[in-house]
């Protein structure tokens, strides 16, 4: 997917139309915490406590987002943008 080097956008802190610096900040999904209540409970049964368990928990995979950074020219602020909820094609800048 390509984006190009500069776009006009909305920007919220403007409250107008401005041209924006594109940046591709493309994330991927993160891991659970490790001190959750839920995964601390499924670490001890896994250790032995509290009875039988059945392996690892199933966890369900998340796509990874195409995001871009849009820098505003006017006040210089920053704020994000999703092009795509899953990623097919990973964004790139036109040149």
């Known amino acids: 997917m390509l984006v190009p080097k500069e776009m006009r956008a909305y920007c919220p802190f403007c409250r107008k139309h401005q041209l924006h610096k594109v940046k591709i900040i493309t994330s991927k999904a993160r891991g659970g915490r490790a001190l959750a209540q839920g995964n601390i409970r499924h670490e001890d049964k896994l250790l032995g406590y509290h009875g039988k368990v059945s392996g690892k928990k199933m966890v369900k995979k998340q796509g990874i987002k195409n995001k871009i950074l849009l820098e505003c020219t006017v006040c210089k602020k920053k704020h994000q943008r999703v092009i795509s909820e899953r ?9």
């Open 87 to 95: 990623l097919r094609k990973k964004a790139e800048i036109s040149k």
